[in-house]
């Protein structure tokens, strides 16, 4: 089988189950709508399956992070590849395009999200006829979380054609990293650097990522406990505020990091207490798999999608509301006090839930759904 993916860009957190898919079928071709976005400073090094950045133009609207992305030639790229299955995320030009291919050609086009059914009630008429229309034309989704298969079938597609397939990580991977960086010398100085016990928060220093709030839950968590550090690995145009705010509230223990690549992220996670993963809206939210795959205690916001299939209340993690501050703030404190033996508990349940998601698997369920929509279509040939 020959497999085309259609998205914006290549994502780091991606690469691995396309490497997974390209051992398991002929070939992986992943068409890139641009080379990189204005809000990510990712670098992606050489990689083992074919990819190509299409023509096109592209354009920010005031008040957008990301740039609208309107490609061309993309048929001219798919009948060059001449896919058996084309797995398409989103609803740009390009993905519009690639699936007129498919109806041209025959072939199996299959969509693939990280939606929610919120996202699009603030869009207008013809946007929310637009997802209709690909989401009930498509052979069948993949959605990233239960959240996603919901809107999924709300826009259209049989619940029998959906298949649930979390973003995946490399679960073995993150785990030996961070455990024999918790060995080394340098996680003794970044323990000396930073002190303990310490509440780690990785992403882009944005409004929607909840800052704002995790300041908020902090100042509660200091009345308490005074000797808790923050460390903030992240970028973005609130930091300067932040760092400010800081400043003139004497919290000295408050690091920012700047943008951590995804190679150094292991580090961090490996001297932490807790995660905490404060956002506001995420259609994911891979970092706390990478999280709960390095073995640290997890504490996620109810607005990640993937805090409803990977969080269990007091099992594998805690679920916050980070607007109220004062319970998120008594749900960390709850978990900096749990006995060594509860915690271990805690991390061990929640390496096991992770592990079900990994990239194996996952990409094992992904090729074999694809297979079936594949052969589906030649049938009707």
């Known amino acids: 089988m020959k ?10 957190y991606r690469i691995p189950l396309f490497e997974a898919l390209q051992r398991r079928v002929e070939e992986v071709s992943v068409l890139l709508m641009a080379q990189q976005e204005e809000n990510r400073q990712w670098t992606v090094g050489e990689v083992p399956f074919r990819t190509e950045v299409l023509p096109g133009f592209h354009f920010q609207p005031k008040g957008r992070d990301v740039s609208l992305h309107v490609n061309y030639g993309v048929m001219a790229a798919l009948k060059r590849f001449n896919p058996d299955v084309v797995v398409s995320g989103g ?21 693939w999200g990280e939606l929610t059914s919120k996202d699009g009630k603030g869009a207008s008429g013809v946007r929310r006829i637009l997802r209709r229309w690909v989401t ?54 970044l323990h000396e650097r930073f002190g303990s016990p310490l509440l780690l928060s ?14 908020d839950m902090y100042a509660q968590v200091l009345q308490r406990r005074p000797d808790v550090s923050l ?16 400043q003139i509230r004497g919290w000295d223990r408050v690091h920012f990091l700047g943008f951590v690549p995804a190679s150094e992220l292991h580090k961090y996670f490996a001297i ?17 798999s990478e999280a709960m795959a390095s073995m640290v205690p997890v504490v996620s916001s109810i607005h990640a999608n993937s805090t409803g299939d990977l969080i269990d209340d007091g099992v594998t993690g805690y ?41 194996e698997p996952v990409a094992d369920a992904v090729v074999s759904f694809l297979s079936r929509l594949s052969r589906e279509s030649e049938l009707q040939v």
Request: with cysteine; net charge negative.
């Open 272 to 288: 932490a207490d807790v995660f905490v993963f404060h956002t506001l809206y995420d259609p994911f939210g891979a970092v706390i």
């Open 231 to 246: 460390v903030i690995a992240g970028d973005g145009p609130d930091r300067a505020k932040l760092e400010e705010e800081a």
């Open 136 to 189: 009930s034309g498509s052979a069948g989704a993949i959605a990233s979380s239960s959240e996603a298969g919901d809107a999924f079938v709300h826009h259209g597609m049989d619940r029998e054609r959906v298949l649930l397939a979390l973003l995946p990580v490399n679960v073995m991977d993150w785990r030996e990293r961070t455990d024999q960086f918790r060995e080394s010398l340098e996680s003794l100085q």
């Open 91 to 111: 609803y740009a030009a390009a993905n519009i395009q690639a699936m007129l291919y498919c109806r041209v050609f025959r072939t199996a086009f299959v969509s």
């Open 3 to 12: 497999l085309a993916v259609l998205t914006n860009i290549l994502a780091p």
């Open 202 to 215: 990785i992403g882009q220093i944005i409004p929607r990522k909840g800052y704002r709030e995790l300041f």
């Open 319 to 359: 679920r916050i509301d980070p607007r109220e501050a004062r319970t998120s703030a008594e749900t960390i404190l709850t978990l900096l006090n749990l006995s060594e033996e509860r915690r271990q508990a805690l991390v061990t349940a929640a390496s096991e839930r992770i592990a079900k998601w990994d990239v």
